[in-house]
C-alpha cells in the first residue's frame, strides 16, 4: 500500500501529500466499514466499529 500512496501522490506532481492521501483513504476505509468490524485507532490499537 505504501508504493501505491506514493505512486498516487507522485502522479499528481506532489510527492508531499502522500500522508494526506494515506489518511484520506483510511477515513474513507472507516466510513464505509461495517459495524463490528476491527480498525486500528490514531494509537495503532484495535477497536471495533459500533
Avoid: C, M
Wanted: no cysteine.
Amino acid at each position: 500500500r505504501d508504493a501505491v500512496y506514493r505512486e498516487i501522490a507522485v502522479a499528481n506532481g506532489h510527492p508531499e501529500w502522500e500522508g494526506e492521501i494515506r489518511d484520506t483513504f483510511a477515513r474513507r476505509w472507516l466510513d464505509r466499514a461495517h459495524s463490528g468490524w476491527y480498525y486500528r485507532n490514531a494509537s495503532g490499537q484495535w477497536q471495533r466499529k459500533s
